[in-house]
């Protein structure tokens, strides 16, 4: 008598993880380039019926937060799979955007979700160079080409050119969250979904935000059967990057430092 066995269901589990785009040198951020043939392979997994992402990032870039979310998406469509999306501590602003092409997405209790908005921001110097003596000389052709120096007054017309170059990405984040959770979410609970607000997992459940409280190994082995395969993907460091970041200046450490900080610690305690 012959005994037939169940085969084991396989899950590809890829991590997105720190500010999105280019943020100082060598970052171990997400950007489409790095992330590209990582998801090309987890979706080719012939037998996988999805694909887990689990996403930690305060956002950043909104161009290569639209190149990786529609890139899964493309992918999801040609390779047939379903795709799962696992927030961590942070899936806020960009990192909201990519979560979105996600047919599902799941949250810890605690995880901070939303921030479906635009920021701009910027210091002003004028008064600090004049008072240590320092004269600015700035040469342009093109009256608007020095936009919002930061060592010079600030413009009534260049702070308006800025807002609607922001309403205009502000629509385009809104139309993917729009398309991505449809009828999902709950625009009748009196609170502004697109203020740039952002929420624990919990509210934002109840927002409609996300479809659900759990982890990646907890949710997928309910979908998938406690015997599921979770295999990882991740991306690597070349041996390059390595080297080249092991000398870099502790200056630029340092400023690098501070910039990716000052991204994550707006959603921070």
Request: hydrophobic share 35%; with cysteine.
């Amino acid at each position: 008598m012959f005994k037939f066995f169940k085969k084991k269901k396989i899950i590809p589990h890829i991590k997105l993880s720190g500010v999105i785009g280019n943020v100082g040198k060598f970052k171990q951020g997400i950007d489409f380039s790095s992330q590209e043939e990582i998801l090309k392979k987890a979706f080719e997994i012939k037998k996988a019926p999805a694909v887990a992402i689990s996403i930690n990032s305060p956002g950043g870039s909104p161009v290569q937060s639209h190149l990786i979310h529609d890139y899964i998406r493309y992918l999801a469509k040609k390779n047939k799979k379903k795709v799962i999306i696992f927030t961590e501590d942070v899936a806020a602003s960009g990192g909201y955007l990519i979560a979105c092409s996600g047919d599902e997405i799941y949250a810890n209790q605690s995880s901070i979700v939303g921030s479906i908005g635009v920021i701009y921001s910027s210091f002003g110097f004028k008064d600090l160079i004049q008072k240590i003596g320092v004269q600015r000389r700035v040469y342009t052709a093109g009256k608007n080409k020095s936009t919002l120096d930061p060592f010079m007054d600030e413009k009534k017309e260049d702070i308006e050119r800025l807002k609607n170059i922001q309403l205009d990405l502000h629509k385009d984040f809104i139309d993917v969250v729009e398309k991505s959770r449809s009828s999902k979410l709950k625009k009748e609970s009196g609170i502004e979904l697109f203020s740039g607000e952002f929420w624990s997992g919990t509210k934002a459940k109840d927002l409609g935000l996300i479809d659900g409280i759990g982890n990646a190994n907890e949710i997928l082995r309910q979908k998938f059967g406690e015997e599921v395969i979770i295999k990882k993907f991740e991306k690597s460091k070349g041996w390059l990057a390595k080297k080249l970041s092991s000398s870099e200046n502790h200056a630029d450490k340092v400023i690098s430092i501070l910039e990716e900080r000052s991204i994550w610690q707006r959603y921070g305690f």
